[in-house]
């Protein structure tokens, strides 16, 4: 199983990022799918979950409408497209396959500053 994430960088507060997520080794259609974020000093918490039809939620007030996530399962691929960038959502995002998080990648900076 092998779940590798890129996209992130540096922006500007009001920016935009897009990150994806590509998988192997695993029933990639078969799979929810989260992306989880973990900003410095505090625990990890779930951006979005996808289930395997595509069907996001997402689970923070503070990125619903400014966040959409997405999946192509033909490229066995995971978006996420993050506009108005804050610097609360600096962060290492990860994308994790399961109901339990079983599988996850090495996760991608995104930093947000002026």
């Known amino acids: 199983v092998q779940l590798v994430e890129s996209g992130g960088g540096v922006v500007r507060p009001g920016g935009s990022l897009r990150l994806s997520c590509v998988a192997s080794?695993?029933?990639?259609?078969?799979?929810?799918i989260s992306w989880v974020r973990r900003a410095p000093g505090k625990g990890p918490e779930r951006v979005s979950r996808?289930?395997?039809?595509?069907?996001?939620?997402y689970s923070t007030n503070f990125v619903r409408g400014r966040f959409t996530a997405s999946r192509d399962n033909d490229k066995n691929t995971l978006y996420l497209q993050m506009s108005d960038l804050q610097p609360e959502d600096t962060a290492v995002y990860y994308c994790?396959?399961?109901?339990?998080?079983?599988?996850w990648g090495p996760g991608t900076q995104v930093t947000v500053s002026s």
């Open positions: 080794g695993f029933d990639f259609k078969s799979a929810t």
């Open positions: 994790a396959a399961g109901m339990s998080y079983e599988y």
């Open positions: 996808l289930s395997p039809s595509g069907g996001a939620t």
